[in-house]
């Protein structure tokens, strides 16, 4: 099946600074990609969808100068944190859209802000 | 209303046991479903695309009733490895997904 690469799997930084994310699709190109948190024993949370070539599309309620997405190519989208804080601590998911409709999801960063 | 609901569970059951998971949805122009699995700490995986005429992988068998606008899992002969959250997510407009919270599944 199609495969999705994110990373960093794991990051921990000191709070004020920003984290950059990478999610990419390796054997299929990916013109949408969605960008997902989620808290522990919670469902996912649609944070944006990141379409190729375009500025993304945010959920009510993120913050687009906080949560920098961009979509360069076809095969990667990225997320950056921007001065994050302890808040900002989650499991950070992106997913992208197959070509049969079905979305396929990265492995996850787990963003820890001190 | 949710756009789409799952009994979050848990459901506790013993091996080889047959288990159903149901999961509705409210909008009628949804036009993709699907069943994933996701352990804890790890991301969802695709487990099975849902079909009108229903489908069927090994143990596991969907059903989609339009009318009634349900989903369902079944799953026959449960491994310990079946446990985990079961996430029903429903398409619309070719690009707008939506996640049922999850149905998690305990496998003794």
């Known amino acids: 099946g199609a495969v999705v690469s994110q990373h960093p799997s794991w990051v921990i930084c000191k709070s004020g600074t920003s984290v950059k994310i990478e999610c990419r699709s390796l054997?299929?190109?990916?013109?949408?990609m969605f960008w997902y948190r989620q808290f522990p024993k919670q469902s996912l949370m649609l944070m944006a969808t990141?379409?190729?070539?375009?500025?993304?599309?945010?959920e009510q309620g993120v913050e687009k100068d906080k949560f920098l997405i961009n979509h360069a190519s076809l095969t990667l989208s990225t997320l950056t944190v921007t001065s994050a804080h302890p808040e900002d601590s989650s499991f950070y998911i992106c997913s992208a859209l197959g070509e049969a409709g079905e979305l396929f999801f990265g492995e996850g960063s787990r963003l820890t802000v001190l | 209303r949710k756009e789409v609901e799952q009994d979050p569970g848990p459901f506790n059951v013993p091996e080889g046991a047959t288990v159903a998971f149901n999961c509705t949805y409210s909008?009628?122009?949804?036009?993709?479903f699907f069943w994933y699995r996701q352990d804890c700490r790890k991301e969802p995986k695709l487990l099975m695309s849902v079909y009108s005429s229903g489908n069927e992988d090994g143990r596991f068998t969907a059903q989609l009733n339009r009318a009634s606008q349900y989903i369902s899992l079944l799953i026959r002969d449960s491994k310990l490895s079946d446990s985990a959250t079961y996430l029903c997510?429903?398409?619309?407009?070719?690009?707008?997904?939506?996640f049922g919270s999850g149905t998690k599944l305990n496998v003794k």
């Open positions: 909008n009628s122009a949804s036009q993709s």
């Open positions: 990141s379409n190729e070539g375009s500025k993304a599309t945010y």
């Open positions: 997510v429903v398409m619309y407009n070719f690009n707008k997904f939506y």
């Open positions: 054997d299929f190109q990916a013109t949408t």
